[in-house]
């Protein structure tokens, strides 16, 4: 029972990737998470958890509020440039705004504007509880998933699949 084993069997769920991301007076910030999802429709309400040790998160925490842009697979390079400390973030990709001025990857499935209601310690992490105040679905294609510690691409739901016979 150590903390490698429990990472590793929490490494067998899949899970989505977002970008959350944020304008702060000094600009926009941005991180990878895999820790989101959905928790209620009515209100529309989100959570993520957000490590102790990100250097990111305490601005955007700071500002209130933050987007989150949902990934494609081809996604991958994107993420992994969100996920290295100190890298030049928003060089790449096609960047909009949000309604709030919050940055979002334009070629996404997806996006949220976010506005923090509650934060809870627990344990590493801040579990943050936002009310979504708008959204729209933004691309379409398959979402960029994370599973057993890398990338996964869901399969292509006819790939193997036999064409229909025709009647007789």
């Not at 977002?18 to 990878?32: K, S």
């Not at 344990?123 to 691309?139: F, K, P, R």
Request: overall charge negative.
């Amino acid at each position: 029972m150590t903390q490698r084993s429990f990472r590793d069997v929490l490494g067998q769920f899949a899970t989505g990737v977002v970008l959350v991301t944020a304008e702060t007076d000094r600009g926009p910030v941005g991180m990878a998470a895999n820790s989101f999802t959905s928790v209620s429709l009515d209100p529309p309400i989100v959570a993520l958890c957000m490590a102790d040790s990100s250097t990111t998160w305490p601005s955007a925490r700071a500002v209130g509020s933050f987007a989150v842009t949902i990934l494609r697979e081809d996604h991958e390079s994107v993420c992994k440039i969100f996920a290295t400390r100190g890298a030049d973030r928003f060089a790449g990709g096609t960047w909009g705004r949000t309604p709030a001025g919050h940055p979002l990857l334009e070629d996404g499935l997806g996006w949220l504007d976010c506005r923090i209601d509650t934060i809870h310690r627990a344990g590493d992490h801040e579990l943050v509880i936002a009310g979504v105040v708008e959204w729209s679905v933004a691309g379409f294609g398959r979402p960029l998933v994370f599973h057993s510690g890398s990338y996964a691409r869901l399969a292509d739901p006819d790939e193997g699949r036999k064409p229909p016979q025709p009647r007789r």
